[in-house]
């Protein structure tokens, strides 16, 4: 945006984070042995999403996305021949 209009807009910190939200949900396909209050919490799309927006579990969303941002979690290395 800034190459084609100079300038980069601003964007809505709510937006920004429910797109982020919305990001991490898409990404994460599943967990075991997660527990809320000790009761264990079964996988689902809005769990997972409610979990990534309780403030109190901010440390949950910052650890995936700081794995999201190691690529060689995700990708495989070259075999050396």
Do not use: H
């Amino acid at each position: 945006e800034f190459e084609r209009a100079g300038r980069i807009a601003p964007t809505d910190p709510q937006d920004d984070a429910a797109d982020e939200v919305a990001m991490l949900v898409a990404c994460t396909l599943g967990w075991d042995g997660l527990a809320v209050g000790g009761q264990p919490l079964a996988y689902s799309a809005d769990a997972c999403t409610r979990l990534y927006n309780d403030p109190r579990r901010a440390w949950v969303r910052d650890q995936v996305k700081a794995a999201l941002d190691q690529r060689a979690l995700f990708i495989a290395g070259s075999a050396a021949s």
